[in-house]
C-alpha cells in the first residue's frame, strides 16, 4: 500500500481510553491470586485460559501461581486442612478435569497443556456439553480453573463465553492479561474471536506496524512478567508430569456416574465381561450370560450376535463352544 492510499484509508480501530490506563501496568502474581480468591469470597468462580505457543512459559507462570501462592493459601470452602491447591488437582486428561468440576470446591484446578484433547475435533466432540452445563450449574463450588492450550483459536466459542480471564504468554516472560467486561447493556462473555478480529483490522489499517498495541482492546488489564522457575519448582512440575502419565483413563462406569457419558453400549459391557474373562473373574457360559442379560437387555439373538464377534476378535470361540475345556487348551491367545 503507497503513502496515498495509507492517508485516505478511513480507521475504525482506535486505542480505547479505558484500557490505556492500564498500558504500564504490571500485575503482581500475588496480586492476581488474592484477586481470584476474593472471587471465591464473592460467591463467584474464575475460569481461565492461558494460551501461548509452545515453549513460551505457560506452564511456567501458572506454575509459579499455583506452587508459590495457592499451594499457601487454605481452602476456606472446604476448612478442612487442606490448600487451595493440591497436587492431585494438576490434570491432563479433559475427563478428569469434568468430574473434578463436579466435585471439588474451593480449589484450583490446573489442566496442563491441552491441545491433544482440548480442542475442537477430540475435546468438544467429547465433553464439551458435559463441561459448558457443569459450569454453568457448578457455579457454588467456587473454583479456580487454568486451561492451557497453545491456540487461542482452538477453544470453542461456547466454552469461551464462560471465562473469566485470558491470559496471552506473547513470549517467554512476558503475558497480557483480558478480562470481560461487566456492567454493560448487551454485553456478553469474554468473546476472544472478537479480539482477534479487532487485531487483524488493527494490522491492516496500520500497514507499517508489525505489533499490535494492546491498548486497542477494552478487555486488555496489563502484563505480568515471570521468569523460569527455581530448580525446585521444576522438580515439583516434571514429578507431575510424570504422575499423571501413570494414570488411567477413568472407566466407562465411572464416565457414567459421573455424567461424561450418558449411557454405556452393548459393546462395552461385553468387552468388560470378555476382559473378566481373562481375569478369571467370570468362568462358566451361565455367569456370563446372566451377567450380559442384565447389563445390556438386549434380545437373545442380538446379544448372541454381539458377543460372538468380540469373542471371535479376542480369539475365542463362540458363544456356544465357551468353556469347554478341550477348546479352551488349543486356543492360544496372547494377552
Not at 224 to 240: I, V
Request: some cysteine.
Amino acid at each position: 500500500m503507497d503513502s496515498s492510499n495509507y492517508k485516505r484509508l478511513n480507521k475504525t480501530i482506535h486505542r480505547d481510553k479505558y484500557a490505556k490506563r492500564f498500558l504500564q501496568t504490571v500485575i503482581g502474581h500475588e496480586m492476581f491470586c488474592l484477586s481470584l480468591k476474593k472471587r471465591l469470597e464473592e460467591e463467584k468462580d474464575a475460569f481461565i485460559l492461558v494460551t501461548g505457543d509452545t515453549g513460551t512459559g505457560k506452564s511456567t507462570l501458572v506454575a509459579r501461581f499455583c506452587f508459590q501462592h495457592f499451594s499457601k493459601m487454605d481452602n476456606f470452602i472446604m476448612n478442612d486442612g487442606r490448600k487451595m491447591f493440591e497436587k492431585e488437582n494438576f490434570i491432563v486428561d479433559p475427563e478428569e478435569f469434568a468430574v473434578k468440576m463436579i466435585k471439588e470446591r474451593g480449589a484450583v484446578l490446573w489442566i496442563d497443556e491441552g491441545r491433544d484433547t482440548v480442542n475442537r475435533q477430540q475435546w468438544f466432540s467429547k465433553i464439551n456439553q458435559v463441561v459448558a452445563s457443569r459450569k454453568n450449574r457448578n457455579r457454588k463450588n467456587f473454583n479456580i480453573y487454568f486451561l492451557l492450550m497453545p491456540y487461542e483459536r482452538e477453544i470453542d466459542p461456547k466454552l469461551a463465553a464462560h471465562l473469566t480471564a485470558w491470559i496471552w504468554v506473547k513470549k517467554r516472560k512476558i503475558a497480557e492479561l483480558y478480562v470481560k467486561t461487566s456492567g454493560k447493556k448487551g454485553g456478553k462473555g469474554l468473546d476472544i474471536d472478537s479480539i482477534l478480529k479487532r487485531e487483524e483490522r488493527y494490522l491492516k489499517e496500520n500497514p507499517f506496524r508489525t505489533s499490535v498495541d494492546p491498548t486497542i482492546h477494552p478487555e486488555y488489564r496489563g502484563k505480568f512478567y515471570f521468569s523460569k522457575l527455581t530448580p525446585g519448582f521444576q522438580r515439583e512440575y516434571n514429578k507431575l508430569v510424570e504422575d499423571k502419565k501413570a494414570v488411567g483413563e477413568l472407566t466407562e462406569e465411572e464416565k457414567l456416574a459421573y455424567g461424561i457419558v450418558e449411557t454405556i453400549t452393548p459393546e462395552t459391557y461385553v468387552n468388560n465381561a470378555i476382559d473378566d474373562i481373562k481375569k478369571g473373574v467370570i468362568t462358566n457360559k451361565r455367569q456370563l450370560w446372566n451377567k450380559l442379560k442384565e447389563e445390556t437387555e438386549l434380545e437373545d439373538d442380538k446379544l448372541t450376535k454381539i458377543l460372538n464377534r468380540y469373542l471371535d476378535l479376542e480369539g475365542f470361540p463362540t458363544f456356544r463352544q465357551l468353556f469347554k475345556k478341550d477348546k479352551l487348551e488349543q486356543i492360544e491367545v496372547d494377552w
